[in-house]
């Protein structure tokens, strides 16, 4: 029963000193967690995981996300989109499947990039995007709102209030919508 009990406090001890040791800690939230984003009408299934950066009195578009470059959209691993039928977007088809999304900011309108090669994580050792324009399937440009409030981390949404479905993408001061269609 001792050996038990000595067990049990050198447990602690470790798991404390993890915890006092370490940014992240077991008990941390991460900086920018992994979230899902997703919309069912009828058939359709479309869903996007990423992970949310925050904007922490940061300033982001021009400065954190330089603009005309590409951007991994969101934080941590390369972000994905899934569809269970194909869509149009924009007027351009993009075949029911996985990808990943890859987007260029700029100050009045933004590039979206449905990319079909899957990345392990969104950014290089040397922090450059491992997006690969060879596998994008689909390309477009959409126009960048300003925001009258702040949003203080990275979210992506699905808005289908007027029967006409959009991807949102917001963050600081900044909304994209990116027109879906089934």
């Known amino acids: ?33 992994k ?14 995981v990423y992970n949310r950066p925050s904007k922490r009195n940061r300033d982001v578009f021009g400065a954190l996300v330089p603009f005309d470059k590409v951007w991994r959209t969101g934080a941590n691993e390369a972000t994905t989109f899934e569809t269970n039928h194909d869509l149009s977007v924009k007027g ?15 100050a009045d309108h933004w590039k979206v990039m449905f990319n079909s090669k899957q990345y392990d994580w969104g950014v290089n050792e ?5 997006w690969d324009p060879n596998f994008d399937v689909v390309e477009v440009e959409v126009p960048a709102q300003k925001l009258d409030k702040t949003v203080e981390q990275f979210t992506v ?26």
């Open 1 to 33: 029963m001792k050996k038990f009990i000595y067990l049990l406090i050198i447990v602690a001890i470790g798991v404390l000193g993890y915890q006092f040791f370490t940014k992240t800690g077991l008990f941390n939230q991460p900086l920018s967690p």
């Open 35 to 48: 979230d899902t984003a997703g919309i069912k009408i009828n058939d359709l299934t479309v869903r996007v």
């Open 92 to 106: 351009v088809t993009l075949p029911k499947g996985k990808y990943t999304l890859w987007t260029v900011p700029q």
């Open 126 to 130: 040397k922090m450059e995007p491992n």
């Open 157 to 182: 949404a699905f808005d289908n209030s007027t029967d006409d479905l959009k991807m949102t993408m917001a963050w600081d001061n900044v909304k994209i919508e990116v027109p879906l269609k089934d």
